[in-house]
């Protein structure tokens, strides 16, 4: 790829290798650039009571009740780690922008029109780059390639006393392989603000009022356009449409009929003879699926949109476009010598072409510390005796490092407490923050507190709970026991659950001045010492892979709580889920896990997601993701590595995903079930090297090891565990795929879906 030290030297043959180098697939498949819409998010700034450290707090847009007793700023700094439970900031002062509740809307909508726009190119097979939010002031504005595109139309060639064109942003620009370009101004006009109750479609003059604004804006753009692709494609075709998503034919249609000076600038705009066709060229709610499920865009959706697509883009084809120019078009707007940056709270611009970039960008935004109001309000009562409960990605854990790092700033000691191998991994992952942050720290407290780490099994041995309290109460010190209990289970359906319960109760009657913070997902049999703390807002997780975990949330309610809206959105919508399927003639064996083809397929998603790129990454663009970013799960207890004998020769070979995913080059580190019953001593180490993601390498792991841990990306492969799924329906299956495996995904969820058993495929082995 050429870069900023060769750009005198680049050429339209070198603008085309970096389009495709990008875009593997980019004269066969549609692209949206950002891949993801990434919204404003409204925080303001405080600091964690007794910590020192600063975080973003959710709040309500502007207009909304104001927000109180919120700790001023800390500026003691958060160490720094590549396992951080979160992220640090670029400028950890930047004070974040107001965000109004237009902004939510217009974002939303952003987001609406961008994945319909995608699924229609999916489903037509359209070969096309979706830009949204083009600032025309960021085309070709990277100063390292100036020399080499100085004689390029520019957009300030244009700017007049009365017109600046260079400032101009269009909403959308899609430039197509065969019928040119199109492009879109969209009004969120007739957006209900969020949590409004019966929404009323928008008055007549508050439309006309957008659409005279926004045929201005389509005509400026459309100028801009055109003298933009005047050297290489001149007289290249150009469309205009209005996407209105919140705002009927019908409506739009008699807006138009109401006033002739705006129906003529519209049909002079679009290029139609008259109102009816007009409307056709729009884009209106009539196309677009409902707001409340935008994301599921139905055949009938695809329906309607295509008739519009092909009213208003596919009624002819360019001639004068050849694939060179349509890449020489796209490279001009999306290469490197354009800024392609997203909105981001803190001001640093941050550039995301990829969707491997997108990842690796939401990924981020998703593990900065941010907590709700509940939670600053819980750390600034500080209660000795509590359990947080809540669904998956609600900030239990983060809240357990918080308070463990106040305890050690206090100087206690901290005891970290497993209580069995489900926990095994969040504890060594709490132990681990709290060990960094004490080493790391600059400005130590004189006498700080130690972190003890304890691990026990409850599940198997009864006795191992007489033994933590012996342990613990052996640790008290000056009248007071300081514990954090990390993916805990009360439940009394549970072997561990009583357990967990007694071992509470003993403690408690043995230490007047015990300090316990638990944390677990399920809310039943909470004991009464401790005080129950529901945390149901989602923090951790773009709202894609939610949906997928939701539906387990929402069967389980019996057990666990469902999630609330903060009245905040996430960072981002996220990418959509990526299914692959264990069928066809080159897969083997009933589950993906024993599959070598299943393992090719992933590893091949992930390598176009740029998963272990290294230092590839443009300017200004997210550090690329990692090896040590993926996990990929499943609930088979046959899931295994090379098994050894004692003079290291393989007696049992790894499971045939294992063996695809490194065949196409992925270092992996296998955790199973079976490497617990085979070699115990590697099972420990590996347990730990993953808690503390140690050591850049793919996870591949049986889904009880890795509760409360979480990856930007995850794999989820079906599978039957044979001991504990004798009898369970595949709806069980499924309910607890989804609730302890899906949800160890914060940004991109993979799923392979696998066929019903059939005389085909049990045979297929």
């Known amino acids: 790829m050429a870069g900023p030290g060769s750009s005198h030297q680049i050429n339209n043959s070198n603008w085309r290798q970096i389009v495709t180098s990008l875009y593997r697939d980019a004269l066969t498949q549609t692209y949206c650039v950002p891949p993801v819409n990434f919204n404003k998010v409204s925080y303001v700034r405080g600091t964690v009571p007794g910590t020192g450290h600063s975080a973003l707090v959710l709040h309500p847009p502007s207009g909304a009740a104001p927000v109180h007793n919120v700790p001023p700023v800390s500026q003691r700094p958060v160490p720094p780690s590549r396992y951080s439970l979160w992220t640090q900031e670029s400028q950890p002062q930047a004070i974040p922008d107001r965000v109004q509740e237009s902004d939510f809307r217009d974002d939303f909508a952003q987001n609406h029109v961008m994945v319909n726009l995608q699924e229609l190119g999916n489903h037509r097979h359209e070969v096309m780059f979706i830009l949204s939010q083009l600032s025309f002031g960021n085309y070709l504005n990277q100063p390292a390639y100036a020399a080499a595109t100085a004689q390029l139309p520019r957009p300030s060639q244009l700017d007049t006393k009365k017109t600046k064109y260079s400032d101009g942003e269009a909403d959308f620009v899609l430039i197509h392989r065969q019928h040119g370009i199109l492009i879109g101004e969209l009004k969120s006009v007739g957006k209900s603000p969020a949590g409004a109750q019966n929404p009323q479609p928008p008055a007549d003059a508050d439309v006309a009022k957008r659409v005279t604004k926004a045929v201005k804006q389509l005509d400026r753009s459309e100028t801009v356009v055109r003298h933009l692709v005047s050297d290489v494609a001149p007289g290249l075709t150009v469309r205009k449409t209005l996407f209105l998503p ?81 890449l020489d078009i796209v490279a001009r707007f999306v290469g490197p010598a354009t800024t392609v940056s997203v909105p981001c709270y803190n001001g640093v611009r941050v550039e995301v072409r990829t969707a491997g970039q997108a990842v690796a960008e939401l990924g981020r935004r998703l593990a900065l510390l941010v907590l709700t109001l509940q939670q600053l309000d819980l750390m600034n009562r500080n209660p000795r005796l509590v359990c947080l409960t809540g669904p998956p990605g609600t900030g239990k854990t983060v809240l357990l490092v918080l308070q463990g790092g106040r305890w050690l700033l206090q100087g206690h000691d901290v005891q970290v407490v497993s209580t069995d191998n489900d926990s095994r991994a969040a504890s060594r992952m709490v132990a681990g923050q709290l060990e960094m942050a004490l080493s790391a720290d600059p400005t130590p407290p004189p006498t700080p507190g130690a972190v003890v780490r304890h691990h026990y099994n409850f599940f198997d041995s009864e006795a191992d709970v007489q033994q933590a309290v012996t342990d613990l109460v052996a640790r008290v010190k000056d009248g007071q026991l300081h514990v954090l209990l990390d993916e805990a289970d009360f439940d009394s359906s549970n072997v561990s659950g009583p357990r967990n319960t007694t071992l509470v109760a003993r403690l408690a009657e043995s230490v007047p001045g015990l300090h316990l913070w638990a944390a677990g997902v399920q809310h039943t049999n909470i004991p009464p010492l401790l005080r129950p703390e529901p945390l149901t807002v989602p923090l951790r997780c773009a709202p894609s892979v939610l949906r997928e975990v939701q539906t387990a949330v929402g069967r389980a309610t019996g057990k666990v709580h469902n999630y609330s809206d903060s009245g905040v959105p996430a960072p981002g919508d996220g990418l959509r889920v990526i299914r692959l399927s264990h069928h066809g003639n080159a897969h ?178």
């Open 246 to 326: 919140y705002v009927s034919t019908e409506q739009l249609e008699r807006v138009l009929d109401n006033d002739p000076q705006l129906e003529k600038a519209v049909c002079q705009s679009l290029g139609a003879a008259n109102v009816e066709e007009a409307v056709q060229l729009c884009c209106c709610s009539d196309q677009l699926f409902q707001p409340a499920s935008y994301w599921e865009v139905t055949p009938a959706v695809l329906s309607q949109l295509s008739t519009w697509w092909q009213h208003r883009m596919a009624c002819t084809v360019d001639t004068l476009l050849t694939d060179d120019k349509y």
């Open 588 to 765: 083997r064996g009933r589950w993906p896990v024993e599959c070598q083809q299943c393992g090719k397929e992933v590893a091949a998603e992930l390598l176009r997601l740029g998963v272990g790129s290294g230092g590839s990454s443009l300017p200004n663009s997210p550090t690329p993701l990692s090896y040590r970013d993926v996990f990929i799960i499943t609930r088979s207890s046959e899931l295994q590595d090379d098994i050894e004998d004692d003079a290291g020769r393989v007696t049992s070979r790894a499971s045939g995903v294992v063996r695809g995913l490194r065949d196409e080059g992925l270092p992996v580190c296998v955790l199973g079930d079976q490497d617990w019953i085979h070699n115990r001593a590697r099972w420990e180490r590996d347990v730990h090297d993953v808690a503390v993601a140690a050591t850049d390498r793919v996870t591949v792991t049986y889904y009880h090891w890795v509760h409360g841990l979480e990856r930007r990306v995850v794999v989820m492969l079906p599978g039957r565990d044979k001991e504990t799924d004798e009898g369970l329906s595949d709806e069980v299956i499924d309910l607890t795929d989804r609730l302890y495996a899906a949800s160890r995904c914060t940004t991109q969820l993979i799923m392979v879906d696998v066929p019903p058993v059939t005389t085909a495929t049990s045979t297929a082995t």
